[in-house]
């Protein structure tokens, strides 16, 4: 038998083709030069040695020192209220299958689209080009967008022979580009196709607030999960339980507070938990507390921990896990541990240290923060039940002030963090912890200087951080009963930051 159609089958096998697409709403390009050309974008190259076809953001070149073929590159910086985008706007088919793809070099570089396909792919960043590549269908509208971009606050990247590989109409280019009166840079990223994560954790908002859902009751309102109102990016559950093998956790709904709900079950939970992710919020089963008695000090109960969180994440579909461990902690093996939750899905991956713990680089909390620094989503260090302690200036500031906020953040940043990977963790009521109480509006001071330099006290830092990241609280439930005043003001104040 023939490996190939004999021309005589061939007519019969395009007509085939062409039925299935037609049934399955899709257009296919066969055999016909003027229904498709090779690649549809303007300048794709930038060998004109311009931006000609493209608009751009923020501060972006055409360079000829480095290009991954021919004598030209797209070169964009980021800033911190800018991720440096560049797109292009493109006439295509509609039910069409195409394929996009770029060289790229940077870290955290996206390719995407828009319009009528939504898709991206990004890249973490490594030594020299990669290329990027994703294949789409179009929907029912001919309007598509093809951008690159950066993001906040990190380096230049470099770009470069782009190509849109399907039928349609490349754009009309001019002598230069042309530049938006408002930024067209998402202020959150994109979903991705990519397994790997971004400073910025998939779809969570530059600025987030966190609270703790307590999974038992102690005085606080009771709350069903899906009753936490969407001002909380992330919610925590509280807690994970210790097992008896060493480093292992378990979550059982507790049942005084399934009983105080009405007979809230374990099915209904795990229904809320979509439910609320279905709003735009993240839920992370948190490792601690008070009471917690979780200890990982070696390989194996390193193993035994991350498969039981993974196995958490399985079963409830939590997005990530929080470190809340307030008996000490081994960065090492803590480290070994949320690498491997991060590989298995665990993609929000946050912290609650207390200020002891990140007052010196030399503590086991700051280097396990350094020390996963590439997929940790953000510090909220608790700043209360704590009394004084010694701010990034060398200064003593005592619990319940601006100031002890931002003095004590400063140190994190000056040993080595990034500002959208610090955040303030405070009570929301003068209930919820034993002192360390401040206003829900002095916090929203200490986020306006650091982000702004406004609204500072006595101490005031050296720079501002627009991508700082925002507040935690505990509790949820505690805010509830204070009819959400730390939620309320806090997530309003966050709107407001850059």
């Given at each position: 038998?023939?490996?190939?159609?004999?021309?005589?089958?061939?007519?019969?096998?395009?007509?085939?083709?062409?039925?299935?697409?037609?049934?399955?709403?899709?257009?296919?390009?066969?055999?016909?030069?003027?229904?498709?050309?090779?690649n549809i974008l303007a300048n794709p190259g930038f060998e004109s040695g311009s931006l000609s076809g493209w608009t751009c953001t923020g501060t972006s070149s055409v360079v000829s020192t480095q290009a991954h073929d021919g004598s030209h590159s797209l070169s964009a910086a980021p800033s911190g209220s800018d991720t440096g985008q560049c797109s292009q706007q493109v006439t295509v088919q509609p039910n069409t299958a195409y394929k996009l793809s770029a060289w790229v070099q940077g870290s955290y570089v996206y390719l995407g689209v828009s319009g009528s396909a939504v898709q991206n792919?990004?890249?973490?960043?490594?030594?020299?080009?990669?290329?990027?590549?994703?294949?789409?269908?179009?929907?029912?509208?001919?309007?598509?967008?093809?951008?690159?971009?950066?993001?906040?606050?990190?380096?230049?990247?470099?770009?470069?022979?782009?190509?849109?590989?399907?039928?349609?109409?490349?754009?009309?280019?001019?002598?230069?580009?042309?530049?938006?009166?408002?930024?067209?840079?998402?202020?959150?990223?994109?979903?991705?196709?990519?397994?790997?994560?971004?400073?910025?954790?998939?779809?969570?908002?530059?600025?987030?607030?966190?609270?703790?859902?307590?999974?038992?009751?102690?005085?606080?309102?009771?709350?069903?999960?899906?009753?936490?109102?969407?001002?909380?990016?992330?919610?925590?559950?509280?807690?994970?339980?210790?097992?008896?093998?060493?480093?292992?956790?378990?979550?059982?709904?507790?049942?005084?507070?399934?009983?105080?709900?009405?007979?809230?079950?374990?099915?209904?939970?795990?229904?809320?938990?979509?439910?609320?992710?279905?709003?735009?919020?993240?839920?992370?089963?948190?490792?601690?507390?008070?009471?917690?008695?979780?200890?990982?000090?070696?390989?194996?109960?390193?193993?035994?921990?991350?498969?039981?969180?993974?196995?958490?994440?399985?079963?409830?579909?939590?997005?990530?896990?929080?470190?809340?461990?307030?008996?000490?902690?081994?960065?090492?093996?803590?480290?070994?541990?949320?690498?491997?939750?991060?590989?298995?899905?665990?993609?929000?991956?946050?912290?609650?240290?207390?200020?002891?713990?990140?007052?010196?680089?030399?503590?086991?909390?700051?280097?396990?923060?350094?020390?996963?620094?590439?997929?940790?989503?953000?510090?909220?260090?608790?700043?209360?039940?704590?009394?004084?302690?010694?701010?990034?200036?060398?200064?003593?500031?005592?619990?319940?002030?601006?100031?002890?906020?931002?003095?004590?953040?400063?140190?994190?940043?000056?040993?080595?963090?990034?500002?959208?990977?610090?955040?303030?963790?405070?009570?929301?009521?003068?209930?919820?912890?034993?002192?360390?109480?401040?206003?829900?509006?002095?916090?929203?001071?200490?986020?306006?200087?650091?982000?702004?330099?406004?609204?500072?006290?006595?101490?005031?830092?050296?720079?501002?951080?627009?991508?700082?990241?925002?507040?935690?609280?505990?509790?949820?439930?505690?805010?509830?009963?204070?009819?959400?005043?730390?939620?309320?003001?806090?997530?309003?104040?966050?709107?407001?930051?850059?």
């Open positions: 038998m023939s490996p190939h159609p004999s021309p005589r089958r061939l007519p019969a096998l395009v007509s085939l083709l062409a039925s299935v697409a037609l049934a399955l709403g899709v257009t296919l390009a066969l055999g016909t030069t003027s229904a498709s050309a090779a792919t990004w890249t973490p960043g490594a030594t020299g080009w990669q290329q990027l590549s994703l294949s789409f269908t179009t929907g029912s509208s001919t309007s598509l967008t093809v951008y690159l971009h950066g993001w906040y606050g990190q380096p230049a990247y470099l770009a470069d022979d782009v190509s849109l590989d399907g039928p349609g109409t490349p754009p009309t280019t001019s002598a230069s580009p042309t530049t938006p009166t408002t930024p067209t840079t998402p202020t959150t990223p994109p979903t991705t196709t990519t397994t790997s994560t971004p400073p910025h954790n998939g779809d969570l908002p530059k600025h987030i607030l966190t609270g703790y859902w307590q999974n038992f009751d102690n005085g606080a309102k009771t709350l069903k999960l899906a009753d936490v109102p969407t001002t909380y990016n992330v919610i925590a559950i509280a807690f994970a339980d210790a097992t008896t093998t060493p480093g292992a956790v378990s979550f059982t709904l507790d049942p005084a507070l399934s009983s105080k709900l009405g007979g809230y079950t374990d099915a209904q939970f795990r229904a809320d938990i979509k439910t609320v992710q279905a709003r735009g919020q993240k839920v992370i089963i948190s490792v601690g507390g008070e009471k917690g008695t979780i200890s990982v000090g070696d390989s194996q109960s390193a193993s035994n921990f991350a498969n039981s969180v993974k196995q958490l994440i399985s079963t409830y579909g939590f997005d990530g896990v929080d470190i809340d461990l307030e008996n000490g902690i081994n960065a090492t093996y803590m480290g070994q541990a949320l690498r491997s939750i991060h590989d298995g899905g665990g993609s929000v991956i946050t912290m609650a240290p207390q200020t002891i713990d990140m007052q010196s680089t030399q503590g086991g909390y700051f280097q396990l923060a350094l020390n996963v620094k590439d997929i940790l989503t953000v510090v909220n260090m608790q700043y209360y039940n704590s009394g004084a302690m010694n701010g990034c200036n060398g200064n003593v500031y005592s619990q319940g002030t601006v100031d002890f906020l931002t003095a004590l953040s400063c140190i994190q940043l000056q040993g080595g963090l990034r500002a959208d990977q610090v955040a303030f963790g405070l009570p929301s009521s003068g209930s919820a912890a034993g002192g360390g109480y401040q206003s829900p509006s002095n916090v929203v001071s200490a986020m306006n200087c650091m982000a702004k330099g406004t609204g500072c006290a006595s101490f005031k830092p050296s720079t501002t951080y627009p991508e700082f990241r925002g507040a935690m609280t505990w509790s949820i439930n505690w805010d509830a009963s204070n009819g959400y005043s730390f939620a309320n003001t806090v997530s309003a104040g966050l709107k407001n930051l850059p």
